[in-house]
């Protein structure tokens, strides 16, 4: 999403449990920085998981950033006086993003990296572009 310069709006968080789902939305102030997602992933993981019975088995775990917009199109929320903390994190982001592209794997990322077993999980089916070999990193 970065790489190409967008901006997500909203996150979306669903948990696949037997007999159904659960799922929650919050909406981000145009954000496209570690912080900012993980974050707000941590509020809805949170509030989730409150929600559920003790005993519920989670087998499945959705996640996705809506509302897209252009980085030529993005505007600032007047009422939310974030700009000088979200500077610092999309600093520090484009930071770790320069890293790993020059180096072509992930060497630099927001806490522990560790691939999941099996393999990579980063390539996945795209129905609307060609995946880029830096997908699969």
């Known amino acids: 999403m970065r790489r190409d310069g967008w901006y997500a ?3 979306w968080l669903s948990l696949d449990i037997r007999g159904g789902g659960l799922h929650r939305t919050t909406t981000l102030p145009a954000v496209h920085d570690y912080q900012a997602v993980l974050e707000a992933l941590e509020r809805l993981w949170a509030e989730i998981l409150r929600s559920m019975e003790r005993r519920e088995r989670v087998f499945r775990v959705h996640v996705a950033l809506l509302n897209l917009t252009p980085a030529s199109e993005r505007q600032l929320d007047l009422l939310l006086d974030d700009d000088p903390a979200r500077r610092k994190w999309e600093a520090t982001s484009a930071a770790i993003d320069r890293i790993n592209a020059r180096y072509g794997r992930t060497l630099a990322s927001v806490g522990l990296w560790r691939p999941p077993p099996g393999g990579h999980a980063g390539g996945k089916i ?7 070999p830096e997908d699969f990193w």
């Open 126 to 132: 795209s129905y609307t572009r060609i995946p880029r």
């Open 9 to 11: 709006g909203e996150l």
